[in-house]
């Protein structure tokens, strides 16, 4: 399998395509050879550097403030230059990020055009559609997935490389300009595929069914929908008009009303926001649209690291030890202080809602503030020293956990690491990640979108759980956070949970830190504004840590107002912050220099990079 897919790797040259060495291309015209590819296309979904995973950590958290670099201040410069805004179109992360998404789409176009010379599998009968199509489908898909992945950092004026581009040369040098020297936008082309990959994948794969259907199709299409209503500060090509926010609307409605996971499962919340992070329990919960299925079996100890890689993990703490990377910001855990209602504090209130640090230092010693009513997400998606750290423990000495708190604060990962039972069940040769999905979309992620989309038009949508406004949707996801909550280690039962979304059925007084969560008012959906407020609040809180951030702020149009004040409140706990800033233009990265180098004036450089 190895020597089948060797050719599809990347190049200086970002299109150019290799031809197959060491398998002829004829032996791989049958359908075992397209299966073959059809595997190395879903295989992509896998990758291990930190600058090219689809956990967009370092995109999507730590752009957008949720998590510093961590580790030590002289590793990874390039990495150093994103969290602190020096933004260089000659960073090499962002060569390694274009390119990686490239390959996705090369790998989708072989597969592609390898069915183009094989009409005669339209013969053979599929579950639901002929194997042709539905094979067509899946890579029309990937396709249109990983042009998005670039579209969603650099924006919507980069190539789209079609079929017949991939065809006409070993080199499709695809400009995105026209002859004018406008922009080409490729929103459309990207809607077009998923349209085709959603009518024609199947409902559900009973075999294989980590495969995609025509739902995570149809999902992905909502997403692409509601990036392109997006405002972006009036620029990337964008439309945010009704008719295009009634798209997102549509999309989502036939969601709820049809669709369903491999399983058969219609889409639903998990029971507890903990278990879609914890090994065993995280996969087929109903909430996962689009997971990256990872697993524990084969030989390859890398095939199940792709979340809790070693970059994430403790120093050496854990059984396998890591390097300390993405370490939660000090400005995420003030985030989640909640006020007397069990609400966030809007505007950024949570800078001085306390008068006391939440952690302080001693030595080696880090003491946590836990009296402090927070939010029960926190201690899940954040390492806090005093609160057990899943079944590991409880850490008090930053020794094997934070490598250098100068440069990444006293946060430390956990969402995304394994649990000490992971051990053996979960884990490939004892390696340092855990065989629990990444989560791609979730239904929560979707329910948000549609609130989103209810706040734009001003309507309401159709009734689900019991309402039909925005408010009732944000609603939803804040509900069940309040299922469940960290609880303390044995013996110290300090504090409580008070679960005022759900009437006190989740109350406890068996809780690791004081937690509250409450239901947000009607008052706050009475104007579009204060409405955004509360859904931009709570896509924060529900998806810290999952790579959103950045690319909510930027597709919003406020990423310069809301990183500039995340730069002021962080340069209080590392100076290298002090003298940083984010300019208003930068609503999406810069394109590669080297890729415009190599395209010779056929690749434009984006607006506000120029």
């Avoid at 008009?241 to 609307?249: E, I, L, P």
């Avoid at 036939?254 to 919340?269: A, E, I």
């Avoid at 939440?358 to 880090?366: C, F, K, L, P, S």
Wanted: hydrophobic letters at 35%; charged letters at 20%.
């Amino acid at each position: 399998m190895i020597a089948v897919f060797a050719f599809t790797s990347c190049s200086e040259k970002f299109f150019e395509i290799r031809p197959v060495g060491s398998v002829d291309e004829t032996g791989l015209l049958t359908e075992q050879g397209i299966d073959w590819m059809i595997t190395g296309m879903y295989s992509t979904l896998y990758a291990g550097p930190p600058n090219n995973t689809l956990m967009n950590f370092i995109w999507g958290d730590n752009l957008g403030g949720n998590c510093n670099k961590g580790s030590q201040a002289s590793d990874q410069p390039d990495w150093t230059a994103l969290e602190t805004y020096v933004l260089t179109s000659d960073n090499g992360y962002f060569a390694t990020k274009w390119r990686g998404h490239y390959n996705g789409a090369f790998r989708a176009n072989v597969v592609l055009d390898m069915l183009d010379k094989m009409p005669e599998l339209a013969e053979k009968a599929g579950e639901e559609k002929d194997y042709l199509t539905e094979a067509k489908a899946q890579a029309t898909f990937f396709r249109a997935f990983w042009h998005f992945e670039n579209v969603k950092l650099f924006g919507a004026a980069v190539p789209y490389v079609g079929l017949e581009d991939y065809q006409a040369s070993v080199n499709p040098d695809v400009s995105n300009v026209d002859d004018a020297g406008n922009y080409i936008y490729i929103w459309d082309k990207i809607m077009a595929d998923l349209q085709y990959a959603y009518e024609n994948l199947p409902d559900t794969w009973s075999t294989d069914q980590g495969r995609i259907n025509k739902w995570t199709a149809l999902a992905y299409l909502a997403k692409v929908q509601l990036y392109y209503a997006s405002p972006y500060n009036g620029t990337n090509g964008t439309d945010p008009s009704a008719a295009s926010w009634n798209k997102v609307k549509s999309s989502i409605e036939t969601l709820m009303t049809s669709g369903v996971d491999n399983k058969g499962q219609k889409f639903t919340l998990a029971d507890t926001y903990e278990e879609l992070f914890v090994a065993g329990e995280s996969d087929w919960t109903g909430e996962s649209v689009f997971d990256v299925q990872n697993t524990i079996s084969g030989t390859q100890t890398s095939t199940n690291q792709s979340w809790s890689s070693v970059w994430n993990n403790l120093t050496t703490k854990l059984t396998a030890s890591g390097w300390g990377f993405v370490a939660p910001s000090t400005d995420l855990a003030y985030f989640y202080y909640v006020d007397d209602a069990g609400l966030p504090y809007l505007d950024r209130g949570y800078e001085t809602a306390h008068p006391n640090e939440m952690q302080t230092i001693a030595g080696n010693v880090v003491t946590t503030e836990l009296g402090y009513f927070t939010d029960p997400r926190i201690d899940v998606n954040i390492g806090r020293f005093n609160v057990p750290f899943w079944d590991w423990g409880v850490f008090t000495d930053i020794n094997g956990i934070v490598r250098e708190v100068s440069n990444g604060g006293l946060y430390f990962g956990k969402k995304h690491i394994m649990k000490q039972s992971d051990y053996g069940t979960y884990t490939v040769n004892n390696q340092s990640g855990s065989a629990k999905n990444p989560h791609i979309i979730r239904w929560a992620d979707v329910l948000l979108w549609y609130a989103e989309a209810l706040i734009q038009t001003e309507t309401t949508g159709v009734t689900y759980e019991g309402g039909n406004d925005a408010r009732h949707f944000v609603n939803l996801v804040r509900a069940r956070a309040g299922n469940g909550y960290i609880r303390a280690a044995e013996g110290d039962p300090t504090y409580v949970m008070e679960d005022l979304a759900n009437g006190g059925a989740g109350d406890g007084n068996d809780a690791a830190a004081n937690y509250r969560i409450g239901l947000w008012p009607a008052g706050q959906f009475a104007s579009k504004e204060n409405a955004m407020k509360a859904l931009r609040t709570e896509r924060r809180a529900e998806l810290a840590m999952e790579g959103h951030l950045w690319y909510d702020l930027a597709r919003w149009g406020i990423a310069a107002d809301e990183i500039n004040a995340y730069i002021n409140f962080e340069k209080n706990y590392l100076t290298r912050f002090a003298n940083q800033s984010y300019a208003t233009q930068w609503v999406t990265m810069p394109i590669p220099d080297a890729e415009i180098t190599t395209m010779e004036g056929k690749l434009v450089q984006n607006v506000g990079w120029k």
